[in-house]
């Protein structure tokens, strides 16, 4: 076969490929590309300029290589091979010269990102902040309002347009707390506590999930996140205090023994300073046994 | 051209050097390691409650006293003296055995007192370091047993001084990580 | 737990359908071999010519079959892992338990990376490194027979779950704590999990020093460090970063296992234990890991490219320094793993920058490699089109990662299935296109017959068409918010359809693999046609093709003397033929002894990783006497060395001539 026709159908097959593909996420949602809160916006314009940047070191190799690759094969007649032709040594300042300057770029870029996207940084927001503290358990997440006094097991609801401040540790192996529409992954590690600050921009309800693995339930650690306006979320908070199940710290040493699947459920007040007693069990010096 | 024979040397020795730069990355890591975890206690004792430096002090003197002795014994293993070289190995596997005895002596009362490497995350980096550096010098007494018990049969051969070489190197790497241990555990643990 | 046994009991027997199943067609497969062996009266054969070799070559080949028969495994826990993926959505479970699938994908981490990749590019490197530096063997053949051997040994250990307990590690590759400590994995998965990784990588360390020595000192006379090819280079390397990092994997899985046997505290989540310092130790190793596994396919790369471009090399040095950078780089940035644990914007940041510069020599290799093609009159052989596929695959993978180096973006994209579809690119992209263009550019040299082009050609295509196939979705996937490791997942996600499609892609690259079986099959079978008479099948450029295919044991009868790069090239436009013999004749030459001492002593460490599995004290104590035994009886041994006298030697190169 002719090296043209090779092209041709191998472009074919590979563009053939990826409408498929593309014809496949038709009705799915494509969470990092589709943000729903200040955070995954940010991060998601990251994720597109650098793919660009990266794209004007990348296409000049990839057309190279295939011209190159047509060009000089063996069978070409009009070949002018020379054995010992050398290109001038002076490309390798072109040849080091354009991934540096990509990726200065790229640095520079990452530099303020990562400061601009700290994700333990407070947010700036007319709105008072709220602090949610979360437990990752086996397997299944606690979710701590410690303002509202109240609780929640896989589900959590907030106010849209306001600051939420997530501070999260674990009882359990260490986990990954990850809402992709509303922005990126922090860690929850026994005896510490990691801080995670976020906002949605819109009402709805976002997928969150457990993205470190940690035993048997890991699939099952999904939880939604509701986000709504201010009144509807003190209404919610209410009729949360208003039912009758307490997180006692009875009742959260049965939680926190391994369980898969957990639905959603509700607590209408938290022992107080729990989420610090759970830190603690791991940091104090009091012989005690670990499970 | 005889030419592999004579590298041999130049190859085995510059290869147990390698060996030597690897081993040292471990004990880096145990360092590290110790670094980390020296102030986790975790309720339990810190190393200035448990650690004795005359004692320390005492189990260095002997290693330095062995160290020197294998760098002697080197000296005679190259003027070919075959009994002195075996005197003076015995004498630093006498010094290696009491340093280890010492140091079992410690992990043993250690342990009785209930302050065993399960006790906290401190006592578990300080038996590991310790006691890898323990086993070295263990490994290395064995080593001297049947160098000498080869040295005996077969006199100092080319490839004997090539061996005691290798041997000694790593004795002296040995005293060399304990100034470390020396210094970093009981030193800084103690004052 | 009794004395005699340990916590091995009946129970531990297999019960269960994989494990009976593993157990069996292990069994089978011994039996075939056995069968085999006895019918054609071979056992004798194998056990001069080949488990008591300490040939190179014949280690490298014994390292290649191993890598293979791994890959099958391997192979066969990624179609597990996917048939899992695309039942179990919504209702359905799949076939699979979460424990049992979350094994699998922890075995094929492993195995993936330790005895397949590894495998592949110990073998490629003992087979050609002493070859391309004008040597007759390594520094120390016998401990290169026993470097295979424990790697044998650990690739036997990480399978005999099957047999023995049932249960692997269910924690993932690198077993993280605390979810790899006693408290949240009691049973022996982690525990075999340790001892394999621990044997095979003492096999790997030992490996290291050995090519270090052999690179540095037995070079053929006037091959100065920037006269040597350019796979010798990146080998020598990728070798002393296992010298630098392997030892911390040894501490660091040593440290996990003495929390598991003796109770301490390095990583437990109480008692002043820190699971951090496990991720960042593991690290250490493992991101280095990944350039150890590439940067010897870079090497193969530039061979490949000058060799079938029939152009010497453009920028030699350049690409030293790039592999030199990307080596030193590589040990600076073992961060960026875990961005998302909350170390400060600064520590991120640093971590992020300095992987992205990682970027600028890998950057630069790829400039020069096309550089190298300008002008060139190439050739299409199997070789080029891996290169080709890897330049296609890499760039892709390439700036997935440079993306994920931003800490901002990682957020988004740790763990999730678009990390996996990164680290796949590189590790199959990268370092296995580049394992398959080192096989069928040196099958020749090696085997000392040709392999089908046509039937390797089409593999490839079946390869490169099932790799976009199988991992383009996982990319999409990811930005869907899938997260890795998942045994099930909801239907409303509308993640099955692009978990099928992944699927077909790896059938299509199954066929891919059948191909290249077929391929060798079929090259066997006609290798009368297809002989490399010549030694110098493609008008090679460095010394490996002076040597006659397959070569003599001893490599060379004479030592060439080498005066530039691409020492054999040169050699052939000397029109002045006058050949070397002429020169000085021949001479004696001192050749390893054969030696069964390496299967023994890594005999002994397999009991002793099993008894340690299984708490078994008597018989690790046992082990580690025979250990003991086996060392200082080797150590002692002064007759090495056998002697092949010039006159032998003079009669075997004359008889090649004649034969040609």
């Known amino acids: 076969m002719k090296p043209k026709y090779k092209f041709v159908i191998l472009t074919i097959l590979f563009s053939l490929i990826a409408f498929f593909l593309l014809w496949l996420t038709k009705n799915s949602n494509i969470a990092v590309l589709n943000p729903k809160g200040l955070i995954a916006a940010s991060e998601r314009r990251v994720i597109v300029t650098s793919l660009l940047l990266m794209l004007l070191a990348v296409v000049p190799a990839l057309t190279m290589l295939f011209l190159f690759a047509y060009r000089f094969r063996a069978s070409n007649p009009k070949n002018n091979y020379n054995p010992n032709y050398s290109l001038d ?35 700036n927001s007319p709105n008072r902040p709220l602090t949610i503290q979360v437990v990752a358990l086996n397997w299944k997440w606690l979710f701590i309002y410690p303002e509202q006094n109240i609780a929640t097991v896989n589900f959590i609801q907030i106010p849209q347009k306001t600051p939420i401040h997530f501070e999260l540790t674990a009882d359990a192996p260490m986990n990954l707390f990850w809402v992709p529409q509303l922005g990126g992954q922090m860690s929850a590690m026994q005896g510490m506590s990691t801080q995670l600050n976020l906002m949605a921009n819109e009402a709805g309800e976002y997928n969150g999930s457990a993205s470190e693995i940690n035993g048997k ?47 959603k459920a509700l607590y209408s007040s938290v022992e107080s300073d729990l989420f610090k007693s759970v830190m603690m069990k791991y940091m104090s010096g009091e012989p005690e046994k670990s499970e | 051209m005889p030419e592999i024979h004579h590298d041999t040397t130049e190859k085995v020795s510059f290869g147990f050097w390698v060996y030597l730069m690897t081993d040292l990355i471990m004990f880096a890591v145990l360092f590290a390691a110790f670094a980390v975890l020296r102030g986790n206690t975790f309720g339990g004792p810190s190393g200035a409650q ?74 578990s980096s300080f038996f590991t370091l310790v006691g890898t550096h323990g086993l070295h010098i263990a490994v290395g007494l064995l080593w001297i047993i049947v160098l000498i018990v080869k040295i005996w049969k077969t006199n100092l051969t080319s490839a004997n001084i090539r061996r005691l070489t290798c041997l000694s190197l790593f004795w002296h790497f040995l005293d060399l990580v304990w100034i470390f241990i020396f210094t970093i555990v009981y030193l800084m643990g103690t004052i | 737990m009794s004395i005699f046994f340990g916590n091995l009991s009946l129970s531990a027997l297999p019960h269960e359908w994989f494990t009976i199943g593993g157990t069996v067609s292990m069994i089978l497969m011994g039996l075939g071999v056995a069968a085999f062996l006895t019918y054609t009266k071979r056992w004798k054969w194998l056990w001069t010519e080949w488990l008591t070799a300490c040939d190179p070559k014949k280690i490298g080949i014994m390292y290649i079959l191993v890598a293979s028969v791994m890959l099958f495994r391997g192979a066969l826990d990624a179609a597990m892992i996917w048939l899992q993926q695309s039942l179990s959505v919504g209702a359905s479970h799949g076939y699979l338990d979460a424990g049992h699938f979350q094994q699998i994908f922890t075995a094929h981490g492993d195995i993936m990376v330790f005895f397949v990749t590894m495998g592949f590019l110990f073998g490629l490197i003992n087979l050609i490194v002493p070859l391309q530096i004008g040597a007759r063997d390594l520094a120390f053949p016998f401990l290169n027979s ?164 029939q152009k010497k090399l453009f920028g030699y040095v350049s690409m030293v320094i790039a592999a030199l950078l990307v080596a030193g780089l590589a040990v600076l940035v073992w961060l960026h793993h875990f961005f998302t644990m909350g170390a400060g914007a600064d520590v991120n940041a640093f971590f992020g920058i300095t992987t992205m510069f990682i970027a600028i020599p890998t950057g630069v290799q790829i400039y020069n490699w096309l550089s190298t093609m300008y002008r060139g009159k190439i050739t299409f052989s199997q070789p080029m089109h891996w290169f080709l596929g890897y330049v296609a695959t890499f760039t892709f993978g390439g700036m997935a990662g440079v993306l994920m180096a931003s800490p901002a973006a990682d957020y988004q994209l740790h763990n999730s299935l678009f990390l996996v579809a990164h680290f796949h690119t590189m590790v199959i992209g990268g370092a296995l296109f580049g394992i398959f263009a080192g096989i069928t550019y040196w099958f020749p040299k090696v085997t000392g017959f040709k392999l089908n082009e046509r039937l390797g050609k089409l593999a490839f295509w079946f390869w490169i068409v099932g790799f976009f196939v199988s991992f383009v979705p996982l990319y999409i996937l990811g930005f869907m918010g899938a997260t890795r490791r998942l045994d099930h997942y909801d239907a409303s996600l509308g993640w099955q359809p692009l978990f099928i499609t992944a699927g077909v892609g790896l059938v299509i690259i199954s066929f891919g693999v059948a191909l290249q079986v077929w391929q060798i099959v079929m090259s066997f079978i006609s290798r009368k046609q297809n002989l490399d008479i010549t030694g110098d099948p493609w008008n090679g450029r460095t010394l490996e093709w002076s040597t006659p295919s397959p070569p003599p044991a001893y490599n060379f009868a004479i030592i060439p003397t080498v005066t530039d790069r691409d020492a054999f090239w040169e050699m052939k436009q000397r029109i002045n033929t006058d050949t070397e013999t002429d020169k000085h004749g021949y001479t004696d030459i001192h050749m390893p002894k054969n030696t069964g001492m390496g299967i023994y002593l890594a005999g002994f460490v397999f009991i002793f990783g099993f008894a340690m599995v299984w708490h078994i004290v008597w018989l690790a104590i046992v082990s580690l006497i025979g250990c003991v035994v086996c060392i200082i009886i080797r150590s002692l041994d002064d007759e090495v060395e056998y002697t092949l006298p010039a006159a032998e030697v003079e009669k075997m190169e004359k008889l090649k001539t004649g034969y040609l």
């Open chain 1, 89 to 123: 040594s002076r490309m390798q300042i072109l040849w080091w010269g354009l991934p540096i300057a990509v990726i200065l770029v790229l640095a520079v870029l990452t530099f303020k990102s990562v400061h601009q996207l700290d994700p333990f940084k407070a947010l």
């Open chain 1, 217 to 263: 339930g890991l699939a099952g650690m999904r939880f939604v996140v509701k986000a709504a306006s201010q009144e509807d979320f003190n209404s919610w908070a209410q009729s949360v205090k208003n039912s009758s199940k307490p997180l006692s710290l009875e009742t959260y040493s049965k939680l926190a023994e391994p369980s898969e699947n957990n639905p």
């Open chain 2, 50 to 123: 448990l650690f004795s430096l005359p004692f320390a002090l005492t189990e260095t003197l002997i290693l330095l006293t062995s160290s020197f002795t294998c760098g002697l014994a080197m000296v005679f293993a190259h003027r070919n003296d075959k009994n002195k070289v075996t005197a003076l190995f015995t004498i630093t596997s006498l010094l290696g055995t009491a340093f280890l005895a010492m140091e079992f002596t410690e992990f043993h009362r250690l342990i009785l007192e209930g302050n065993g490497p399960q006790r906290s995350a401190f006592l």
């Open chain 3, 146 to 309: 026993l470097g295979f051997w424990l790697y044998l040994a650990g690739a036997i250990l990480i399978n005999l779950f099957f047999v023995f307990g049932g249960e692997f590690a269910a924690t993932g590759w690198l077993s993280l704590p605390p979810l790899s400590e006693l408290a949240y994995s009691p049973g022996v998965g982690v525990d075999y999990w340790v001892w394999s990784l621990q044997v095979s990588g003492i096999g790997t360390l030992i490996g290291g020093i050995n090519f270090i020595v052999t690179i540095l000192k037995m070079r053929a006379p006037g091959m100065t460090l920037l006269k040597m090819p350019m796979f010798t280079w990146t080998s020598l390397i990728s070798m002393i970063l296992v010298v630098c990092v392997f030892p911390i994997l040894t501490v660091t899985i040593t440290l996990l296992w003495l929390d598991r046997y003796f109770g301490m505290h390095f990583f437990t989540s109480s008692f002043g234990g820190n699971p951090m310092m496990y991720v960042n130790l593991i690290w250490m190793w493992g991101h280095p890991e990944v350039y150890i596994l590439i940067l010897p396919a870079f090497g193969i790369y530039s061979e490949v490219v000058a060799t079938f471009s």
